[in-house]
């Protein structure tokens, strides 16, 4: 098969019948990227159990970090002389909001790893103005300060979203909504050419397309490889 790479994920999108959603509303403070992606994204069953939240997202790391520091205001306020340097939320219970900056950027979060909710992703408030921003990840047993770049762009973090439902990475809900829609799933061994966009640590995803047998290829890469034609059936 003859599949082309630079298919953009919004076509895929199209191409598996995420069509945009007319309830949806746009969110201002997104990349219109994110914005398009939601809008086909939102009450989608394809995106149930994906790692990013198809809704508008409550919370920046500042608002978590709000939360977790009043949950446990009353003992940092008894043992304010007794706080050590390396308890993670120390440095910012010592500081107003206003100076938290000083200690790390705020993000606005657009995702978690489904139900677990150990990870963390979000996109720096500064950068939201850009077009396609880099995407960072908290893993919940860093320290707040501990934000890594997770993918290179906006585009990679959601052709990994992609990637990782078609996969069935950790759930089967992308082959089973898509099975019941006509769609045939093939494993298959991963293309020689096939043009791997690295992730964090040892992650990788791609996605092709061949128009002509109307299959899409996707492919995610970590400790091992899964690979799968998906053909659309008639």
């Given at each position: ?24 509303q ?5 990349p ?6 939601l ?12 790692d ?11 608002e ?5 520091i ?17 308890d ?10 206003e ?6 950027e705020?993000y ?65 809900t ?41 299959t ?19």
């Open positions: 098969m003859a599949f082309h790479y630079d298919i953009s994920v919004l076509e895929l999108l199209d191409i598996l019948g995420c069509q945009p959603n007319p309830d949806y746009p969110d201002p403070r997104l219109a990227l994110l914005n398009d992606f809008s086909r994204a939102c009450d989608h069953p394809l995106f149930e159990t994906a990013i939240w198809t809704g508008h997202s409550d919370w920046t790391s500042y978590v970090l709000e939360e977790r009043e949950e446990d205001r009353e003992f940092y306020e008894e043992h304010l002389e007794e706080l050590e340097e390396d993670p939320l120390a440095p910012f219970f010592k500081l107003p909001k100076q938290w900056s000083t200690l790390v705020n606005l979060e657009i995702g978690s790893d489904y139900a677990a909710g150990v990870v963390e992703f979000g996109i720096r408030e500064g950068d939201l103005s850009q077009p396609d921003p880099i995407v960072y990840m908290l893993h919940e047993g860093d320290a707040p300060t501990g934000w890594k770049r997770f993918s290179a762009t906006l585009s990679d973090y959601l052709k990994y979203v992609l990637c990782a439902v078609l996969c069935c990475e950790t759930y089967d992308g082959m089973e909504v898509l099975e019941e829609e006509g769609w045939t799933y093939t494993e298959c061994e991963k293309p020689e050419d096939a043009p791997m966009i690295p992730c964090i640590f040892d992650l990788a995803v791609c996605c092709g397309y061949d128009p002509d047998t109307k899409v290829l996707a492919i995610l890469s970590d400790a091992k490889c899964k690979a799968y034609q998906i053909t659309k059936e008639g």
